[in-house]
Each structure stands twice: as structure tokens, then as C-alpha cells.
């Protein structure tokens, strides 16, 4: 047995010296006993090229792939690849792991050595179980006696709980829905224009207000009406999203007008005439109605 165990050692390591890169392989200990892990190193020069993949299916035979537990991850080590793997073996006796395949990137391909295990049985000291000791009955505590208390209790909340979730649903069922409606943005924008003309702001000197309030009404009913960010755009960049909307394009000119002119208003430093205020809302009404107007050249 033994004899013919070292001849086939030799033809593994004849064999493998032929191939291209030599690998080394090793285990941690080559005498386990049943069930212990075994730890298996693999050192391949790295000259032989790029690992892409390890065959142990010559392995299966004595140790199956569900004993295999550990897949490899090859790490550079100095000149070498190096990889780790942990397997198990739950078959007694002496074995001869045989070559595994290496496949290279470069298309060739190496092996691992042979390796020996011996796999040993588990041994129990002594040569006979203890004897059986006599049960010793512990203490009634009150901890024997905690799911009497407990179920009940339990079951009393759950009932709270499904009665209050019931009860709650019924409540809201019977509640009526106020629904809210929102405004059409014409209507809303109408609305504020009212309401801002009733403050009288540039009567009373506050013009930048009064443009701020003009200007943030006039651009929230474009955002709305039609969709885009008005809110957050410059002058040109809304003209540039309403082209893309069914916005009057005859309209496109007056609307930059009205745009344009507000916002010198807003920002100027000197005061326009006091009926360049008047007109200014006067056209943000007129536009919000739908009604076409005049570029003024």
C-alpha cells in the first residue's frame, strides 16, 4: 500500500514538472481528524502569466465539492499568485489528493502537486460512557408558572388593539372628505392682481414691492398655465420653454416686453413715470385675460 502510494506521488510530480509554471501546493497539516478544516496554499510563479480559473474536479472523489467551502482569491505575494482554501474531510483513511488545474490567462495551463492526507477517526477517552446519573428535580419558581400570566395578558392588549384600529377606521369612514380644489391659474392670478392693486404700494412709494409682488404673480400664472419654471427661469429662458408650449408665438414679443420692462422697473435706480406703473399692471392683466397686446416700440 504504502509503495504504491509513493509511485503515484512520483508520476504526479514527473507529470506536473512538464508544465508550463510549476505551482506549489501545500496543506496545513497533512494528519486531520474527521470534520476538522484543512487549509490549502497555492503559490504559482507569476511569470507563468494571470490566473483565470482552479479545476478540482479531480478532487470529487474524495473530497466533494460541498466539502470545498471556500472559493479562492488570488492575491500577489512577492513573485508569486497566491491562494487560500479550506475544505473538509469526513472519510477516515490515507489519500492522495491528486493534481488539480490551473488554467492560465494566456491559454496554458499548470498544476498543483499531488498532496497526502490522512484523515483519522475521532477517539473518545476512556472505554466506557458514565454511567447514568439519577434526574434531580429543580424548584418550582414563579418563571414555571410566566406563560399562565403571560398568554392571557397578551391576548387582553391584541383585543385592545383590534377594537381601537376598528373603531378609529369607523370614525374616519363617517368623516366627510373636504376636498380641496385648486384654483385655475387664471383665476389665482386675478385674484392677486386684485389684491395687490388694493395695497397701492408704488402710491405709496414701495416700487420694488410693488414689482417684486407684479413680477412673482405674473410668473407664477405662466408656471401654471403653461407648465414650465418660470418661477426660476431669467426672461429669455421662459420665451425659450413657451416656444415648446401652445403659447400665441404672435404673443412671444409683448409678453418679452412686459418681462423686460418690469424687471428694469424692479432694479432701476431711477424712478419710471407714474403711469409706466399703472400700464405695467395693466398689461399683466390684460395678458393673464388672454387679450392680445401691442408691442410698444
Given at each position: 500500500?504504502?509503495?504504491?502510494l509513493?509511485?503515484?506521488?512520483?508520476?504526479?510530480?514527473?507529470?506536473?514538472?512538464?508544465?508550463?509554471?510549476?505551482?506549489?501546493?501545500?496543506?496545513d497539516?497533512?494528519?486531520?481528524k474527521i470534520?476538522?478544516?484543512i487549509?490549502?496554499?497555492?503559490?504559482?510563479?507569476?511569470?507563468?502569466?494571470?490566473?483565470?480559473?482552479?479545476?478540482?474536479?479531480?478532487?470529487d472523489s474524495?473530497?466533494?465539492?460541498d466539502?470545498?467551502?471556500?472559493?479562492?482569491?488570488w492575491?500577489?505575494?512577492?513573485?508569486?499568485?497566491?491562494?487560500?482554501?479550506?475544505?473538509?474531510?469526513?472519510?477516515?483513511g490515507?489519500?492522495?489528493?491528486?493534481?488539480?488545474?490551473i488554467?492560465?490567462?494566456?491559454?496554458?495551463?499548470t498544476?498543483?502537486?499531488?498532496?497526502?492526507?490522512?484523515?483519522?477517526?475521532?477517539?473518545?477517552?476512556?472505554?466506557?460512557?458514565?454511567e447514568n446519573?439519577p434526574i434531580?428535580?429543580?424548584?418550582?419558581?414563579?418563571?414555571d408558572?410566566?406563560?399562565?400570566?403571560l398568554?392571557?395578558?397578551?391576548?387582553?392588549?391584541?383585543?385592545?388593539?383590534?377594537?381601537?384600529f376598528?373603531?378609529?377606521?369607523?370614525?374616519?369612514?363617517?368623516?366627510?372628505?373636504?376636498?380641496i380644489?385648486?384654483?385655475p391659474?387664471?383665476?389665482l392670478?386675478?385674484?392677486?392682481?386684485e389684491?395687490?392693486?388694493?395695497?397701492?404700494?408704488?402710491?405709496s412709494?414701495?416700487?420694488?414691492?410693488?414689482?417684486?409682488?407684479?413680477?412673482?404673480?405674473?410668473?407664477?400664472?405662466?408656471e401654471?398655465?403653461?407648465?414650465i419654471?418660470?418661477l426660476e427661469?431669467t426672461?429669455d429662458?421662459?420665451?425659450?420653454?413657451l416656444?415648446?408650449?401652445?403659447?400665441?408665438e404672435n404673443?412671444?414679443p409683448?409678453?418679452?416686453?412686459?418681462?423686460q420692462?418690469?424687471d428694469?422697473?424692479?432694479?432701476?435706480?431711477?424712478?419710471?413715470?407714474?403711469?409706466?406703473?399703472?400700464?405695467?399692471?395693466?398689461?399683466v392683466?390684460?395678458?393673464?385675460?388672454?387679450?392680445?397686446?401691442?408691442?410698444?416700440k
Open positions: 500500500m504504502h509503495v504504491r509513493f509511485i503515484q506521488i512520483i508520476f504526479f510530480v514527473s507529470f506536473s514538472t512538464c508544465l508550463a509554471g510549476q505551482a506549489a501546493a501545500s496543506l497539516s497533512s494528519t486531520v470534520g476538522q478544516p487549509f490549502l496554499k497555492i503559490t504559482v510563479p507569476q511569470h507563468a502569466g494571470e490566473i483565470e480559473k482552479i479545476n478540482f474536479s479531480s478532487w474524495i473530497i466533494p465539492p466539502d470545498r467551502t471556500e472559493k479562492i482569491v492575491k500577489k505575494t512577492g513573485e508569486n499568485w497566491t491562494g487560500k482554501m479550506k475544505f473538509f474531510a469526513f472519510d477516515t490515507k489519500y492522495v489528493l491528486p493534481a488539480a488545474d488554467f492560465l490567462k494566456n491559454g496554458e495551463k498544476q498543483t502537486p499531488p498532496l497526502v492526507l490522512e484523515v483519522l477517526p475521532t477517539v473518545f477517552e476512556g472505554d466506557q460512557l458514565a446519573k434531580r428535580k429543580e424548584p418550582t419558581t414563579l418563571m408558572y410566566i406563560w399562565y400570566i398568554v392571557p395578558f397578551i391576548w387582553l392588549i391584541l383585543a385592545i388593539a383590534v377594537w381601537f376598528i373603531s378609529r377606521k369607523k370614525k374616519k369612514a363617517n368623516k366627510p372628505v373636504s376636498q380644489v385648486e384654483q391659474p387664471r383665476e392670478a386675478l385674484k392677486k392682481l389684491a395687490l392693486r388694493k395695497k397701492q404700494l408704488w402710491q412709494g414701495q416700487l420694488k414691492n410693488y414689482y417684486s409682488e407684479l413680477t412673482f404673480i405674473f410668473r407664477e400664472f405662466l401654471k398655465q403653461y407648465r419654471p418660470a427661469n426672461s429662458e421662459i420665451i425659450s420653454h416656444k415648446k408650449t401652445n403659447f400665441p404673443q412671444l409683448a409678453l418679452r416686453q412686459i418681462l420692462a418690469a428694469l422697473a424692479k432694479f432701476a435706480k431711477a424712478d419710471p413715470p407714474e403711469d409706466f406703473h399703472e400700464k405695467a399692471m395693466e398689461n392683466y390684460w395678458f393673464v385675460e388672454g387679450k392680445i397686446i401691442e408691442v410698444h
